[in-house]
């Protein structure tokens, strides 16, 4: 996917992908907003606003009140591409964001996603 379309994305469809994702294996929406708590340092009446908002992701991320700096720690691919390799600043966010996701649906404990105990 385009960078350019990856930005456009509103963050209130990209939501429900990522919990309908959790949740296929096992795991809830409190986990993935938990998650992008964490990761952005939105508090949840913030986030369930933005989710009913028409806020594209590029915006969500550049409106965060405290992006959270372990998530320098996240490495690996999503789609095919290293995350810590991606250029453009918003997209390697959101690709992290991907990447976290991704963690939880394959049943990685929560202090392992949020790194708060060494990988």
Not at 7 to 25: D, N, Q
């Amino acid at each position: 996917m385009g960078s350019e379309r990856l930005l456009t994305m509103e963050f209130g469809r990209v939501h429900p992908l990522y919990v309908a994702k959790a949740e296929r294996k096992g795991r809830t929406r409190d986990e993935v907003d938990t998650i992008i708590r964490w990761m952005t340092g939105y508090a949840q009446a913030d986030l369930e606003d933005l989710i009913d908002a028409d806020v594209d992701l590029a915006t969500f991320f550049a409106a965060a009140p405290a992006l959270n700096p372990a998530r320098e720690h996240i490495t690996g691919k999503v789609c095919g591409v290293q995350v810590e390799t991606i250029e453009d600043p918003t997209v390697r966010e959101i690709r992290r964001l991907d990447k976290l996701v991704d963690e939880l649906a394959k049943g990685r404990p929560m202090d392992r996603i949020l790194r708060t105990v060494p990988a």
